[in-house]
C-alpha cells in the first residue's frame, strides 16, 4: 500500500482533480515539506485527459519531492486509484486498497518485507501483498469484489512473481474491510479502505527485488514473535497490517477451513 501523499497524489474524479502544491518552508523554519490539495471541478468524467489531470502528473515528478526516490517506485505514483469516501463509494478523498494473506499446505503465513526503495514504509514486514485497485473497468467492478481480487491477483503477479494461474480471483475468500490511516513520514502516508482477502495454497514465488526486500513463511508462534519484537522496536511492521494482526488475524488463522462464518462484506471496521 503504498502510493499516496496523505491519502491522494493521482486522483481524478468526478467532482474534480485533485492539484498538488507545495508550500515551502519559510528561511530557518522546518525543513519538512508541507502539502495542500486544491479542487477545481471538471466537466466530463472519472477518467477525463484534462489539463489538469497533466497538472496533477507532473506533480509526481515534483524535484521536491521525488528526486531522492526510486524511479520505479516513482513512476507507479502515476498509476489512477479507485478514490472513494468513508464507506466506499466511489468519490471522496481516501482510496481503496487491499492486504492479501497467503497460508501455505502447514497453515504458514507468508510475509514479506517491503524494499529499501518502497516510497511509504520501506523495510517494514508486512502480509503477503498490499497495493491498490486501479481506475480501470476490469478492476472498478464491484460485484463480489472481483475487481479488487483481480487487482490482488495482478499485484501477486508484480511483486512475489506468483503466476498469475495460481492466484485466481475466485479462489481467494473475501472477508471483510477495515478503514485505517497511517503516516509514513512527514510527506507519504496512507489513509484507505482495505479489502482483505484469504488464500490457503502452495505457489511458486519469485520476488521483484524491487518491491521485496525478503520473504518468508511464519507459524502462529512465530508470528506472535515477530509482534513483540515490532513493540521492542527491534522490527519495524506497516500499520494495517499490525491492526490486523491484533485484531482479527489470529481468530481467523485459527479457522482457516471455515472462513465463510468470519465474512462481513456490510460493515467496514474503523481502525
Known amino acids: 500500500m503504498v502510493r499516496g ?3 491522494v497524489l493521482r486522483m481524478v474524479s468526478s467532482e474534480g482533480a485533485a492539484v498538488l502544491k507545495s508550500n515551502k518552508p519559510r528561511a530557518g523554519g522546518s525543513a519538512a515539506l508541507r502539502l495542500r490539495f486544491t479542487y477545481e471541478p471538471l466537466t466530463s468524467g472519472c477518467r477525463a485527459i484534462s489539463s489538469k489531470a497533466g497538472a496533477l502528473r ?3 515528478r515534483m524535484p521536491e519531492i521525488t528526486d531522492h526516490l526510486d524511479e520505479k517506485q516513482v513512476r507507479l505514483l502515476s498509476e489512477m486509484c479507485i478514490v472513494i469516501d468513508e464507506n466506499d463509494s466511489k468519490i471522496g478523498l481516501l482510496h481503496r486498497a487491499f492486504s492479501v494473506f497467503i497460508f501455505n499446505s502447514e497453515e ?3 510475509l514479506q518485507q517491503r524494499s529499501d526503495a518502497k516510497i511509504t514504509f520501506p523495510g517494514c514486514f508486512t502480509n503477503t501483498c498490499c497495493s491498490h485497485p ?4 476490469s478492476e472498478l467492478e ?5 475487481g479488487v481480487r483481480r487487482a490482488a491477483q495482478r499485484r501477486l503477479q508484480a511483486e512475489l512473481g506468483i503466476p498469475m494461474e495460481q492466484v485466481k480471483p475466485e479462489e481467494m475468500t473475501y472477508l471483510t474491510r477495515i ?3 497511517a503516516q509514513s513520514d512527514g510527506v507519504w502516508g496512507e489513509h484507505e479502505i482495505d479489502y482483505i482477502l484469504f488464500m490457503q495454497k502452495n505457489v511458486e514465488l519469485n520476488p521483484d527485488p524491487n518491491e521485496i526486500k525478503t520473504h518468508c513463511y511464519v507459524s502462529k508462534e512465530e508470528m ?3 509482534l513483540e519484537k515490532a513493540k521492542r522496536k527491534e522490527v519495524e511492521i506497516t500499520p494495517w497490517f499490525s491492526l490486523i494482526a491484533d485484531t482479527f488475524l489470529f481468530k481467523w488463522w485459527d479457522d482457516l477451513q471455515n472462513l465463510k462464518k468470519y465474512m462481513d462484506h ?3 471496521h474503523r481502525m
Open 5 to 7: 501523499v496523505w491519502a
Open 58 to 60: 507532473s506533480a509526481v
Open 108 to 110: 504458514k503465513l507468508l
Open 134 to 137: 486501479l481506475h480501470t473497468d
Open 142 to 146: 464491484e460485484k463480489e469484489a472481483i
Open 179 to 181: 478503514h485505517y490511516k
Open 224 to 226: 506472535k514473535e515477530l
Open 266 to 268: 456490510d460493515n467496514i
